[in-house]
DNA sequence: TTGTACGCGTTATCAG
DNA sequence: CTGATAACGCGTACAA
């Protein structure tokens, strides 16, 4: 049984439809869509033929005539098995969205998904599709990167500062600092043999976590308490927390440098026999929702995920407005204190 | 510190500057771009000129003369919980990705978050800035539904059949066939009083999968061991089998909506003593990320959900070529079982 | 206040 | 095979 569908090929009412059915010229038309000084007759007769022909403005040549789109990119260059599970680019997603839609630009997000992704994201990019672009875990080498510095279309990058692109605003949190604190704080309760299962070393986020942590152990650090696997994810955490207590079965604390990782390595320490926290002390990073869903609850940092959305779209914004803006922004990222540790 | 950024407006070049520093006219230049009979000389010339002026094409100027975009919308009208945090939705877009990208086309995806955006989106598609639509979960009475039919646009609905829009295709699975056949097979490991924490009852799937259960057990089947909870959702897997509990703690058999609830239903069962498989079997749905994480992992029915996304794409992407298509298509989503039962 | 005419960058048509 | 030229639908000066 096949029929065909979507073929009422009716041409769309454009301006010069309107105008004919309201008896004025497009011009004055124009006027009463996008704000002008209009007599009240003539703006009641327009809106009447606006709604009788069934007028959709055509954003295409709109976008054409003002050069511009009312529209802003979004790209997550985020590993597969993060971008369909990682809540935090969900919640960036959400924030950007919340104050573009204010601005009334439309948020597109484009997935890339293999070199060619890559290539045709690119040329949308340089298509003038968008008037800006919110770039979430881009790093230096990127080929995104040096494409957006060379087009130079407004952007802001999100959780990884693009060294090559200095002029390039980013909006992130402080790793370094926050994994410090919360290593300090799992210090603070007394344990003595502390070790980490790092992700991500090749990351920013991933290497400033250990770098806090190093930070906070000092002389105490010992690189042999130091399992580092190359994704922020449960499974990598179930690994790398196995890494861990072979090497170090009287281990007491353990940094997860992230919350999934921290849910793995808690599932691995329990089949190891070792209670959390009584045995052992364990923290972990993003405050996501994995963090609320573990037995005991995790300790973690609280990753402002929302608002580092709607700063990046902010000064997305800005920059298109061709206002100035600072050229990074480091938000607050506090410790959340719970069960785990 | 401040600094202006994104201000180098340097005009892009245009087909007119190659045509001119190639020597030719704008009909050759582009010739070359979109295919036709081009001589050899000419050819080079242009290559050399499109590569020395940095030429891009503007998108906006195509689609305006072209009457196409070569780009579709994807539009997720889940809430946010689930947007976040469903990996199954990140699947169609990857799957649905694929098959758009290998027929360059553009996935742009639109988030929904208010009735502001409602409009907006509905702007944005009836604007022609997209030559279809993939719309997930949409139901009948969501505004985006008619306007989807009104304009006409070629589309594809997922997960929920439109039965407003009839000549629009959908694609999805067998919810009430496949929840039947999970709960026999739960039934042939001899439990006897088997409950069902259900959800969503508002959404096809979330009645469909009752309707499921309900076949399976026929006169066996009882309504005071359905509990039903709003979400796809683990807290909500929590509540609903505690309900449950209260009200039938000789319960030995449960089929959890979603591997969402099922996760939150194991670990309320394991706090209230029962051990799964041993005491209480288990069963979920989707086959997502969450059977294989608990412990032990869920038996479940397996969602296609890549395959959903792909099929999706080319019924919206024949559609758009004007092809016949078939109006739904049900893909196969066989039981997996794994410990849980 | 209103109408007119031109430009935005491409594509398509038609002579040459 | 190539070069003009007219759309595509809207924004915007400028003139009325």
Redo the contacts with the bound molecule.
Sequence with gaps: MLAVTGTRKA??A???DV?AAA??????V??V??G????V???AAIEAAIAEVG????R???Q????RSQAVGFLALEPHSLLLEDPNIGAIMLGANAVLSLADHQMVSLVIDSDRDMQRVGRYLSG?FVDGAIIVSARSHDPITRLIAEIGLPATFVGHPPDLARDIPFVGIDNIGSARAITERLIGTGRERIGMVAAALDRDSGADRLTGFKQALGDRFDPALVADVPLYDYAYGVKGMRALLDREPALDGVFAASDAVAAGALETLREAGRRVPEDVGLVGFDDSSWALRTQPPLSTVHQPARDIGRHAAELVLRQIAGDPVEPSLLLDSPVVWRQSA
Excluded: F
Excluded at 23 to 28: C, H, L, Q
Excluded at 55 to 58: F, I, L
């Design positions: 041409r769309r454009t301006v010069h105008a008896g004025v010229s497009r011009g004055t124009n006027r869509l996008n002008g000084y209009v007599s007759d003539a703006r007028y959709v403005p055509n295409a040549a709109s054409l005539a003002r050069q003038g």
